[in-house]
């Protein structure tokens, strides 16, 4: 028997009081909140019942910080894969956020000539094809239980996107992604979403996310 679920877990809130657009960039972990809400994301998995028994997270920092509850609640290592990893932006370093704002940015204008690509980065589609093909290895890596993917905001929407069979081109602001958010599937001879849990909604201090790509 393959996976009986894969949940796609976003990382905790990043220490970044510079409100930089961090991307792939190193050295960007948890901040103290940060690690409450990855806290609160394990603790939501562990009294939801769910019989974790791989853990994969993408190797950045913050991802692999946000990881570490849930490897603490179910006795579990951590293995990250490459392909889990933030997408690619050329906006990275810059104090830029993903809203209207950022037309108001001179140095972003020539970065943003086509938002369905998008121009900025990794292609959308991209993106959603690496993601499905770390969930479909998840699934099978496992004889049971379930599987817990820790990501980013982009790449974990993509494969949201992509399930529903939806147009990978979006509005940024308005993904459904909260920071520590579990976003679960199963494979019913194909992937279909059954979840979505936000358990550290009480933990945010801020309306949007600064450094998100």
Sequence with gaps: MPASQVH????GEVDNPRGVLYGRLPGFGLSTAGREMAAA???????SGHRVTRLLSSPLE???????????AFDLEIETRDPLIEAFSRLEGGRYQMNAGILFKPGAWRYLVNPFTPSWGEPFV????????EMDFAWRSV????????????????????VAGQSLAHDPRKRRCALSSITSFENRNGWTEVDYADPASSLRRRKGDVGAV
């Design 143 to 162: 004889d049971d239980g379930d599987v817990v993917i820790v990501s980013h905001q982009l790449p974990i929407w993509m494969a949201h996107r992509s």
């Design 41 to 47: 994301a394990a603790d939501h998995l562990l009294r």
């Design 8 to 11: 796609l877990v976003r990382h």
């Design 62 to 72: 913050r991802a692999v910080e946000s990881a570490e509850p849930v490897a603490a």
């Design 126 to 133: 991209e993106v959603a094809a690496r993601m499905r093909a």
